[in-house]
């Protein structure tokens, strides 16, 4: 079964820090890795998709990057902004369905 | 372009109701999802239907049933609703099964007393 974790739990940092969020998985046999935000009391808003047999994705101020075969993901956020306050998920995609982690909880402090 | 339109966006609901939780989307995508999320426990698939017509069962069915008609909805029916069915009911979509991006709807926020 698909484990996937997110570490920190929790993020503090002054707005104009860079950031960066974790997610580990421990099968490596994905077609893709997903990351979302989610702001409280709303749907999940896509980020970015990495397929299997990329190395990273980047859009905007967000880049993730995937190692597949260490089970690894990095979203990076440059340059924090308030806005950027949210959680955010990573999900990996195996057969027929997407396993979640926890998720991370950012606070960017203006 | 409304994307994923979900209904009702809360409901309360007495014990041993029944319930459909619906949604509709108009991005002529081929799979839709439901999920459940709960606090501790994360998101987690409920039913999927790669395609219309067809529908498959993800890691926590019970007492939950879903047809698929059409493209564009996907219904979600409590047949006898319970408390611990008390949760956020996200529907989700994709252009085809594996390979493509998901796209979530705003949720149905659910209380079963």
């Known amino acids: 079964k698909q484990e996937v974790t997110q570490i920190p739990a929790a993020l503090s940092v002054p707005e104009g820090e860079n950031l960066v969020l974790n997610c580990s998985f421990t099968?490596?046999?994905?077609?893709?890795l997903q990351w979302f935000r989610q702001d409280p009391g709303k749907g999940l808003t896509s980020l970015l998709l990495?397929?299997?047999?990329?190395r990273e994705q980047t859009s905007g101020r967000l880049n993730a990057s995937l190692d597949k075969s260490s089970g690894r993901s990095t979203l990076y956020i440059a340059a924090s902004q308030p806005g950027d306050s949210a959680t955010y998920l990573c999900?990996?995609?195996?057969?027929?369905?997407?396993?979640f982690g926890a998720g991370t909880t950012v606070t960017v402090r203006a | 372009i409304a994307g994923i339109t979900q209904a009702p966006t809360s409901q309360i609901l007495a014990a041993g109701r029944r319930m459909t939780l619906r949604c509709t989307q108009d991005m002529r995508h081929n799979a839709m999802y439901w999920y459940r999320q709960d606090l501790g426990l994360g998101l987690r698939l409920i039913h999927y239907s790669n395609t219309a017509g067809t529908t498959g069962k993800g890691e926590v069915p019970d007492g939950y049933s879903v047809s698929r008609a059409n493209t564009d909805d996907f219904p979600l029916t409590l047949a006898s609703a319970v408390p611990s069915q008390t949760s956020v009911y996200f529907c989700a979509s994709s252009l085809s099964g594996d390979l493509n991006e998901q796209f979530f709807g705003p949720g149905t926020r659910l209380t079963v007393l």
């Open positions: 099968d490596s046999a994905i077609y893709n």
């Open positions: 990495i397929q299997s047999s990329q």
């Open positions: 999900a990996v995609r195996g057969d027929y369905k997407l396993s």
